[in-house]
């Protein structure tokens, strides 16, 4: 990585991590084992703010499957998303440019699991607040 990509990297996560409600801008942690990479609700809650304030001035083109038919449709409402849509155009742009996960650019050290939490993608993200 040259010194500009990790300058422009390092720009880009002082974005993200303003967007998300990071009280800290830092370029995260490194947490080699991914056994260490949970994610707190806190954590998920700030990436459903980053969803909030975006889907506010933007639709995002999703894919659905209906009746047995997928088709592309417009999604504003955060309300609809699910972590496929999250991953797409939160998580895989974020992470991106330092090849890590979301917990490793939200975190400042590793986070071992407490609770394990069995979800289908597909579900609205927001349903894991419920």
């Known amino acids: 990585m040259t010194r ?26 490194d947490v080699p084992d991914a056994a260490l ?8 809650g700030m990436v ?15 894919r659905r499957t209906m009746d047995g038919e997928t088709a592309m449709v417009e999604v504003s409402d955060p309300q609809e998303v699910n972590l496929y849509d999250v991953c797409k155009n939160v998580i895989l742009p974020s992470t991106e440019w330092r090849q890590c996960s979301m917990m490793e650019l939200l975190a400042s050290t590793e986070q071992p699991p407490r609770f394990f939490v069995s979800h289908w993608w ?9």
Request: charged share 30%.
């Open 4 to 29: 500009e990509e990790f300058v422009s990297g390092f720009e880009r996560v002082a974005v993200l991590m303003e967007e998300f409600g990071c009280s800290r801008v830092s370029a995260g942690t």
């Open 37 to 44: 990479r949970a994610i707190r609700l806190d954590q998920l």
């Open 48 to 62: 459903m703010n980053h969803v909030k304030l975006r889907l506010k001035y933007q639709k995002w083109s999703v």
């Open 122 to 130: 597909g579900e609205p993200v927001m349903a894991f607040f419920d």
